[in-house]
């Protein structure tokens, strides 16, 4: 027993000798422990590697060491360092050229706009569209990068006070600020979001997305969205009694051409293509995304949550080495749909402002209202003199569509007596009446100058119905918005007499009752249509059926020459009673 246990002891000690030879001669020595790189990052633009482990000198010597990798510039994160947490702050104030926003670190999303500047452009008391009003269950401006999952749209944003900057001036109790950042990191990657008002352009914010790459391997970055959302609950309001209602849309410019829906037709459609801008726009206001002049992104979507719809903005990926910053430049458009303003904010924001299909004749229409407009400051007498001039341009053809509508007026009894004559022989009838009109120099398109003026009050309708500048435009005595229905129903109510004075000067070529009962009820209807349309649109129907019925009743008059000229002609028929008595008793005689 004794012998077991020490050959159990030899056997103990050799193992350790064995142990202790191989640490000695065999194994290489641990590598030294090296220091792991500072946690902050420095800002700058770069495309290095980041920081790698200094390799060792061997055996080999210098002359076979890798050569010494460039100083990064940079530092970064060790991959997975916790994240501090961010504070919820209470949202902070910028102040643009013409308009005042607040942003929430949740997200660094906007919340709050107010225009205030012109007067006649902050929205009415109560209004509810497309721009955010405090409430953060429709923010602007969210952010979305396809690539990393753990950003979401309400991700918390840590403001960063000391790279933003106060505007001049500025002691006001919350501070306000003329340039805002906001910084995302999740230990990995790093967002900075910079607004700041574009000083030159009115309503327009610079957005500048700052991508960093925080740790020792690439990122991919497979796109990158930009949200707008607008509030949608006041169009569902909408009814008979209001059938072209301040609707609201989703729009965006995607190769050359306008894409727009509205709530009930979003089903998340997705456009390809260069794209100027995206976002959401009703009547009078538009709130988009775009990018700098010149430059276009890759696509854009339509997109719809309870009580809201989205226009999305979307930017094609890229690549983030180790260590390397990416900037992405972009814009935004929170304003009035006021032309000048669209032209000098660029990207073809202009492009929102739709006038149909007759575009092409509306927009020289606008460029003389609004010549009008500077020639007699008020939009009310600028509207009057545009419709004057459009009736003086199309005089010639409503004179002569007019005048044949007289002519074949006159000569309805004798269409009817060949209609009794011929009713069986429908070409020899054809023949008699083609006849008829020649005899009496009538055409039968004598409507068709009329239907060629068409497209032209249409045009001249929806141009009206559609500017911006007759927001809140007061015209004169009752009337103080003319983008607004007349609340007195005085216009609508001169509106239908003109329009019934009108139809009865109109010369009617037809003997149907019924169609002449439709003809007399149409004002009635018109009428009203037109309580709860812009009194804008009122007063040019109004004016325009005005100055109708002053040219029916010049046209009338020219008529009536030659019909006296010609009374003489037809004594018999012009005779008094006394005078036919006479003449019966000379002739009995």
């Known amino acids: 027993m004794e012998s077991q246990q020490k050959r159990w002891f030899l056997a103990l000690l050799l193992c350790a000798a064995a142990a202790v030879l191989w640490q000695m001669f065999i194994a290489k020595p641990p590598p030294r422990p090296t220091e792991a790189p500072p946690t902050a990052a420095v800002e700058g633009t770069g495309s290095g590697s980041g920081l790698e482990p200094t390799p060792s000198l061997g055996a080999t010597g210098p002359a076979e060491a890798e050569p010494a990798q460039p100083e990064a510039p940079q530092q970064v994160l060790a991959v997975g360092q916790d994240v501090e947490p961010v ?68 991700s918390p944003y840590r403001f960063v006070a000391d790279e933003s900057l106060l505007a001049p001036g500025s002691d006001a109790d919350p501070p306000v600020y003329q340039r805002l950042v906001y910084r995302w990191s999740n230990g990995l990657v790093e967002i900075d979001k910079v607004i700041e008002p574009d000083p030159e352009k009115p309503y327009v914010l610079q957005l500048q997305l700052i991508f960093r790459n925080l740790q020792q391997r690439q990122q991919e970055v497979r796109a990158v969205e930009i949200l707008m959302w607008a509030d949608d609950t006041v169009t569902a309001r909408r009814g008979m009694l209001n059938p072209i209602a301040n609707t609201r849309q989703v729009a965006c410019l995607v190769d050359d051409s306008l894409e727009k829906e509205s709530r009930d037709k979003i089903e998340g459609q997705q456009f390809s293509g260069p794209t100027r801008w995206a976002g959401v726009h009703d ?40 260590g390397e910053e990416h900037r992405l430049a972009l814009r935004t458009y929170t304003g009035p749909k006021d032309e000048s303003s669209l032209k000098v904010a660029g ?14 004749l509306a927009r020289p229409m606008k460029w003389l209202l609004s010549a009008f407009h500077r020639l007699i400051p008020n939009w009310g007498v600028a509207i009057i003199l545009l419709t004057i001039l459009v009736k003086v341009l199309m005089w010639p053809w409503t004179q002569k569509s007019f005048k044949s509508m007289e002519r074949m007026k006159a000569i309805q009894p004798k269409m009817q007596a060949l209609k ?63 983008s607004q229905p007349d609340p007195t129903y005085i216009l609508p109510i001169l509106m239908t007499a003109t329009m019934f004075g009108q139809q009865l000067l109109t010369p009617t070529t037809s003997d149907n009752p019924q169609m002449k009962w439709m003809m007399r009820l149409m004002p009635l209807m018109f009428g009203f249509f037109m309580l709860v349309l812009p009194s804008g649109l ?48 000379r002739q009995a005689k």
Request: aromatic content about 10%.
């Open 420 to 482: 009794e004559k011929y009713g069986n022989d429908k070409t020899k009838l054809t023949e008699e009446t083609m006849k008829l009109y020649r005899e009496h120099n009538v055409s039968p398109f004598g409507c068709l100058p009329m239907l060629l003026q068409m497209p032209i009050y249409i045009a001249l309708y929806r141009m009206i119905y559609s500017s911006v500048e007759l927001y809140k435009a007061d015209f004169a005595l009752w009337v103080k918005d003319l």
């Open 347 to 360: 990207s073809q924001l202009s492009r929102s402002v739709d006038y149909g299909l007759f575009g092409f």
């Open 283 to 322: 009547r009078y206001f538009l709130a988009a995304a775009t990018l700098p002049e010149g430059t276009a992104a890759s696509g854009c979507r339509f997109e719809r949550r309870e009580g809201l719809i989205g226009g999305v903005l979307r930017l094609e990926g890229f690549t983030l080495q180790p």
């Open 87 to 154: 504070e919820i702050l209470e949202p902070q104030t910028l102040q643009g050229r013409g308009f005042l926003v607040r942003f929430s670190n949740t997200g660094a999303v906007l919340v709050d706009h107010r225009i205030e500047e012109p007067e006649q452009y902050i929205p009415r008391e109560g209004f509810t569209g497309i721009f955010p009003g405090g409430v953060e269950e429709q923010p602007t401006l969210e952010l979305l990068v396809e690539g990393l999952e753990d950003l979401t749209e309400r």
């Open 538 to 585: 009122v007063l040019y129907i109004f004016a325009s059926s005005l100055l109708g019925i002053i040219q029916q009743y010049l046209i009338r008059r020219q008529f009536a020459k030659p019909a006296l000229a010609a009374a003489p002609a037809a004594p018999a028929e012009n005779e008094g009673r006394p005078q036919r008595r006479r003449r019966e008793r």
